[in-house]
């Protein structure tokens, strides 16, 4: 398996745009996370799936924020409209429960860069 | 709601041990993560304590104690390729939660 794959891995957009960042999953995880990180706030979980079905979303900022899993592999996280303060790098991350061991495997980030 | 403290920055020498500590509190509790991120990188898992003790993986080794909210990454042989941050996270209800994470610095 190619590991958890997000694109783009780097974005610039103007404020008021809308953006979107995809997620591919490693193939047969049931749990996908998405995170912020920035310098100021660390590492924050925005929102988490099971099987495709959102679970908590407490940690999404505000209603600009959104985030869809249409099926098993494949996720998005949307920012409409855009603003400088969304700034950050943003992961997906993807586990499995089948073992004890509750690894999390994190792709290489979206960092995005709002002007 | 769940909180983790860590200490912000650590400092050693090549070849020294380092440990860096997590208290947390949470609720729903299932074990305890450590995870490496380089600048610019990705976090990468390190180990997981579900119960308490120690596990050793190589030169890293990870303790939990349940009843003290504690856990701790140590370091063994430091290497200048040690240089990252290290993120303790509980795993609570299969929620990961993250602190802020230590900044090492391994120094020559």
């Known amino acids: 398996d190619a590991g958890v794959i997000q694109s783009p891995r780097h974005e610039v957009t103007e404020m008021g745009q809308e953006v979107t960042l995809r997620c591919k999953p490693i193939s047969g995880h049931d749990y996908l996370f998405w995170y912020r990180q920035t310098m100021m706030r660390g590492l924050e979980l925005l929102i988490y799936?099971?099987?495709?079905?959102?679970?908590?979303d407490s940690g999404m900022p505000e209603d600009r924020f959104s985030a869809k899993m249409p099926n098993a592999s494949f996720s998005t996280l949307k920012i409409q409209p855009s603003e400088p303060r969304d700034s950050a790098v943003y992961f997906c991350?993807?586990?499995?429960?089948?073992?004890?061991?509750?690894?999390?495997?994190f792709g290489q980030g979206t960092r995005l860069t709002v002007v | 709601g769940q909180s983790l403290e860590q200490p912000s920055e650590v400092t050693a020498v090549e070849g020294a041990i380092v440990q860096i500590n997590c208290t947390y509190q949470?609720?729903?509790?299932?074990?305890l993560s450590w995870y490496q991120q380089h600048d610019g990188g990705a976090p990468t898992f390190l180990s997981y304590n579900a119960l308490d003790g120690l596990e050793e993986t190589g030169r890293f080794s990870s303790f939990l104690s349940r009843s003290d909210s504690y856990g701790y990454l140590l370091l063994q042989e430091l290497q200048m390729k040690d240089s990252a941050s290290y993120f303790c996270?509980?795993?609570?209800?299969?929620?990961?939660?993250f602190g802020s994470g230590t900044r090492l610095l391994v120094r020559p």
């Open positions: 949470t609720s729903g509790f299932y074990g």
């Open positions: 799936f099971n099987n495709n079905v959102p679970i908590d």
């Open positions: 991350a993807s586990k499995g429960t089948q073992t004890m061991n509750t690894e999390a495997f």
């Open positions: 996270a509980v795993d609570s209800s299969y929620k990961l939660i």
